[in-house]
């Protein structure tokens, strides 16, 4: 691992496995959606069984009910009711047909169907009673499957009275509610079934669901720490170094070859090229780029900066002394040179050791304000308004001069020639300002 790992190799692979994780979470979803919908249809056809099988007994017991009323009253209306339930509305038919749309309700099919053939046999017995009612009451419209009903000679002999009696009887008595009682023991064998195996289904797909939650959880968890894993390496192998290496250029030094094999390429050419424009600002004889009278670079050592230092950083302040040919015709070059050297001292008091003064004329200097990317704008005003506030001192004897300044950040530039063209305009634009002022250019 002497030349670092390859942040591109692992970083591809973990996104890998990531994406792996997270299709499998994403079809256990699916599959967990799936078994949810089982256990909902299951229980939703679970409660349509049990009502179709109650509904069996309901209309079982409304035909008793009405047949009942037919023989105690002899009233046609009860017996309408019971034919129109029976031929019409037929509930007992429509809970079996519901019943039998399922293969594994066969038991509770069997049970259900028993129940429906007690109830059919039953339905002769309440036949016989109301064709007593009929030829007790010399009833006239009755439902024609009545005609087919003969009563026995004995219960034809019966008075009127009689008739109604026996009819009674004979839907009342221990025989017809022990028929009764079988259709009830048959209906609730088949709820039996129907909750058995309501309750099969709903366990198997109860194991199958906790499977799956047990799926995505493990999975869900994986994927968390392969994230975690992933920011942890990726803040070791290329932000931490990053991070690093941007407080190294900040202090002008070398840039230590740490972390991913990426970067520490990148750094090892960011340190050659350190290396090299170090030994060439270096090799500068000093009175070759440096101005003799204040100390400040000279044009040969400005036209040497703008190559070396990152303009991307950097920002341009071009500075140029007002009414300066007056001072020099009203006292003297002597006085005029004095000036210079007090703007240059000024400069270097009020800007950073790494910022570079140049004197690239008679009275106009530049000053590189450099790694100042994201430098705040109200702080290069105040500094300006410090230089003007120093040089309008007079406590030296000198007499007090101003500055129109022209300020350009070095990123918004094409190349060093725009930068300056721009600089020198925005510095122009100060002194059709009233000079003594300044102007960012935009």
Known sequence: ???????????MWLVMIIL???????????????????????????????KAARELMNASDYLTEQVQRFTVSGDEIFMDRYFTEAFESKRREEATAKMSVNDRTDAALAHLQEAMDNSVKLMDTEYYAMRLVIEAGDIKGYPEVLAGVGLSSEDAALSPEEKMKLATEMVHDENYYEQKDKIRDA??????????????????????LKGEIRMVRGAIIIQALLIFFLIWLTTRLAINPVLNAVEQIKADCPIPETGSNEFRYLANAYNKMYEKNKSSLESLNYKASHDELTGAYNRAGYDLLLK????????????????????????????????????????????????????????EFVVFMVHSGN????????????INSDLANTDD???PISISVGIMNGKEAADAKDLYEMTDAAMY????????TYTFHS
């Open 1 to 11: 691992m002497e030349n670092g790992i390859s942040h591109r190799i692992v970083h």
């Open 20 to 50: 792996i994780f997270s299709g499998t979470v994403v079809l256990a979803s699916f599959r967990l959606t799936d078994t949810f919908l089982d256990i909902t249809s299951a229980s939703r056809q679970n409660n349509e069984l049990q």
């Open 187 to 208: 209906m609730q064998e088949s709820l039996d079934e129907v909750e058995r195996l309501s309750k099969d289904i709903e366990e198997t797909e109860l194991a199958s």
């Open 308 to 363: 070396t230092i990152d303009l991307n950083t950097t920002y341009m302040m071009l500075f140029d002394v007002d009414n300066f040919k007056t001072i020099n015709d009203t006292y003297g070059h002597e006085t005029g040179d004095k000036v210079l050297k007090k703007i240059v001292e000024v400069l270097k008091r009020v800007f950073r050791d790494d910022d570079c003064i140049c004197r690239i004329g008679g009275d």
């Open 375 to 386: 430098l705040k704008r109200r702080l290069i005003e105040s500094k300006i308004g410090q």
């Open 397 to 399: 004897g000198l007499p």
């Open 429 to 436: 634009e100060s002194k059709k300002n009233g000079k003594g």
